[in-house]
């Protein structure tokens, strides 16, 4: 009785956890294709190299991985470049949006970004066209240093990854059921206790007194990341961490470049930097969130770990310590 109490819990915290990979809306992630002409070919499949493509809408992320020659990658990077160039020089809003419609026609004629995804599409997402921003609440105030709101962003860098805020809640929620799990049957395995006998039925119980607290763990999670995120209409869309802090490696910034313009005007860093918006924690790490109601493209080389994002943002915020 108690093993099948245990296994079906695990089992639902589980398919909870793939649920929330999977399911609409607001975290599903949907894997796409990958482009077969180029792995059909007579190429050796170790000189590609993957690119993870990810198309974030308000309540979906759509993911096309795709493999690229030598010579594709550095054409690659080298609209990358071309891009940031750009936007440095650029020097009104609507200069900046030219030049996002303009990557995402070349980011299209490069063959990386979905074949189902209308461009039209692309361009809104990136440019926040497709949002009614006037009924989005924040906060007026910005501190001094790297901040902006209702902003364009573009960058490239190392130690950064998009999150969905759904999958975040599932994960904080059920992590502290699997850990009680994992704990007690340690504590069986150790000790040898048999199912069933009275040292069973004892542990069961205290197992169960100790998933009480973990109850409520569900809606304190969602206010204290309505806390975190300051308003509810900062949902729409996908977080960004940039760094993070692991108990054996300590800090790793993100390392590369950023580039916003929006109620904060324009602002642009290439160095390390780490997220100032908040710190989720996880495990034995600590992720540094600077970029929260991102809808865009994001494009993950997987062999360098950089990720170039370009799109627009409710929040970013950034400095070049880690000091939230």
Request: proline share 3%.
């Given at each position: 009785?108690?093993?099948?109490?245990?296994?079906?819990?695990?089992?639902?915290?589980?398919?909870?956890?793939?649920?929330?990979?999977?399911?609409?809306?607001?975290?599903?992630?949907?894997?796409?294709?990958?482009?077969?002409?180029?792995?059909?070919?007579?190429?050796?499949?170790?000189?590609?190299?993957?690119?993870?493509?990810?198309?974030?809408?308000?309540?979906?992320?759509?993911?096309?991985?795709?493999?690229?020659?030598?010579?594709?990658?550095?054409?690659?990077?080298?609209?990358?470049?071309?891009?940031?160039?750009?936007?440095?020089?650029?020097?009104?809003?609507?200069?900046?949006?030219?030049?996002?419609?303009?990557?995402?026609?070349?980011?299209?004629?490069?063959?990386i970004l979905p074949e189902d995804i209308s461009i039209d599409e692309i361009k809104q997402l990136i440019t926040g066209s497709n949002r009614d921003l006037n009924n989005i609440r924040f906060k007026n105030e910005m501190g001094d240093g790297f901040e902006n709101r209702l902003c364009f962003v573009a960058g490239k860098s190392t130690s950064t990854f998009l999150l969905g805020y759904s999958l975040l809640i599932t994960?904080?929620?059920?992590?502290?059921?699997?850990?009680?799990?994992?704990?007690?049957?340690?504590?069986?395995?150790?000790?040898?206790?048999?199912?069933?006998?009275?040292?069973?039925?004892?542990?069961?119980?205290?197992?169960?007194?100790?998933?009480?607290?973990?109850?409520?763990?569900?809606?304190?999670?969602?206010?204290?990341?309505?806390?975190?995120?300051?308003?509810?209409?900062?949902?729409?869309?996908?977080?960004?961490?940039?760094?993070?802090?692991?108990?054996?490696?300590?800090?790793?910034?993100?390392?590369?470049?950023?580039?916003?313009?929006?109620?904060?005007?324009?602002?642009?860093?290439?160095?390390?930097?780490?997220?100032?918006?908040?710190?989720?924690?996880?495990?034995?790490?600590?992720?540094?969130?600077?970029?929260?109601?991102?809808?865009?493209?994001?494009?993950?080389?997987?062999?360098?770990?950089?990720?170039?994002?370009?799109?627009?943002?409710?929040?970013?915020?950034?400095?070049?310590?880690?000091?939230?």
């Amino acid at each position: 009785m108690r093993t099948c109490f245990i296994k079906n819990g695990l089992a639902v915290g589980i398919i909870l956890l793939l649920f929330g990979v999977a399911v609409q809306p607001a975290f599903a992630i949907n894997i796409k294709s990958s482009n077969d002409s180029i792995l059909n070919n007579e190429l050796d499949y170790n000189e590609l190299v993957e690119y993870i493509v990810q198309i974030v809408r308000t309540d979906e992320i759509i993911e096309n991985k795709v493999f690229l020659t030598e010579e594709e990658v550095n054409n690659l990077e080298s609209l990358f470049e071309k891009i940031r160039i750009d936007l440095d020089n650029s020097k009104s809003e609507k200069e900046t949006i030219q030049i996002y419609n303009d990557a995402a026609e070349s980011l299209k004629n490069f063959g990386i970004l979905p074949e189902d995804i209308s461009i039209d599409e692309i361009k809104q997402l990136i440019t926040g066209s497709n949002r009614d921003l006037n009924n989005i609440r924040f906060k007026n105030e910005m501190g001094d240093g790297f901040e902006n709101r209702l902003c364009f962003v573009a960058g490239k860098s190392t130690s950064t990854f998009l999150l969905g805020y759904s999958l975040l809640i599932t994960v904080l929620y059920w992590i502290p059921f699997l850990a009680v799990s994992s704990i007690f049957e340690f504590i069986r395995y150790i000790f040898h206790i048999s199912e069933d006998s009275i040292l069973d039925r004892i542990l069961t119980a205290f197992q169960l007194i100790f998933y009480l607290p973990f109850l409520p763990l569900w809606p304190l999670t969602i206010l204290s990341l309505l806390q975190l995120f300051d308003k509810i209409p900062e949902f729409l869309g996908g977080i960004i961490i940039l760094g993070v802090l692991g108990y054996s490696s300590g800090h790793v910034p993100a390392e590369g470049w950023i580039n916003t313009m929006g109620l904060n005007g324009k602002q642009n860093y290439i160095g390390n930097f780490y997220g100032q918006i908040g710190i989720i924690p996880f495990f034995l790490v600590h992720w540094y969130l600077g970029i929260t109601g991102f809808t865009g493209v994001n494009i993950l080389n997987t062999k360098t770990y950089e990720l170039f994002y370009l799109g627009f943002a409710l929040h970013v915020k950034i400095d070049s310590s880690p000091k939230v």
